[in-house]
């Protein structure tokens, strides 16, 4: 099973650039969520989706937009990349809202913004 | 606000006992979860606690004290593969969750 699959891994980017972090699932899960993890410091929700066509801020969003079209694809979007978005970014999903079950991570795609 | 705190490293023997603790403010809570996360790769589930009490899961046990806002994992008979990072997770009464920064576990040989 392939699980939580995030594209791409590793990207490079210039300050002002855009790009976009493509996740897929095919667990058939209800929820899906955007994470950044920082030397230090804690993961930090950005924004989560609890059904197709739907999503919410989370802790950290600005800079983000995000879009979920399919059940299976979250989209996270940077519009204009700054430094402070250098950090390595998590997709996870969860058939519920993790009341008592997991979250299934995918394997991260690490960001850097000159 | 709310706060997870945990040891940032520690360091065990391969064979040994390790304790690593969590503690918690948040505002409610309706659980706490323990992930194991393996340098440059994903965390992943290892437990989960709502009620007071040890729950055990082969070398790796999880304990809860919710009146002392208080977990532990602890790990027994160490292996070289159990070096990784631990994060504690809280959930909120949003049922949001709350990360700590995770403990850096080192095993030596």
């Known amino acids: 099973n392939a699980g939580v699959t995030q594209t791409p891994k590793f990207r490079v980017l210039k300050t002002g650039q855009s790009m976009t972090l493509l996740c897929a699932q095919d667990?058939?899960?209800?929820?899906m969520y955007w994470y950044r993890q920082d030397p230090g410091m804690g993961l930090r929700l950005i924004h989560y989706?609890?059904?197709?066509?739907?999503?919410a801020k989370g802790e950290v969003p600005d800079g983000y937009n995000v879009s979920r079209l399919k059940k299976q694809n979250f989209l996270l979007g940077l519009e204009s990349a700054a430094p402070s978005q250098t950090s390595v970014y998590f997709c996870?999903?969860?058939?519920?809202?993790?009341?008592?079950?997991?979250?299934?991570f995918g394997e991260g795609s690490r960001l850097t913004v000159l | 606000g709310q706060n997870i705190d945990q040891p940032t490293e520690m360091t065990a023997t391969e064979g040994a006992i390790v304790q690593i603790n969590c503690t918690y403010q948040t505002s409610g809570f309706n659980g706490l979860f323990w992930y194991q996360q393996h340098a440059g790769e994903a965390p992943t589930f290892l437990s989960y606690?709502?009620l007071d009490g040890l729950e055990e899961k082969g070398r790796f046990s999880s304990f809860l004290s919710r009146s002392k806002g208080y977990s532990y994992l602890l790990l027994k008979e160490l292996q070289m593969k159990d070096s990784a990072s631990y994060l504690c997770?809280?959930?909120?009464?949003?049922?949001?969750?709350?990360w700590g920064a995770g403990t850096k576990l080192i095993i030596k040989p």
């Open positions: 997770a809280v959930m909120d009464s949003n049922y949001q969750l709350i």
């Open positions: 606690n709502v």
């Open positions: 996870a999903s969860s058939y519920e809202r993790v009341h008592t079950g997991e979250l299934f």
């Open positions: 989706s609890v059904g197709e066509g739907t999503t």
């Open positions: 667990m058939n899960h209800e929820y």
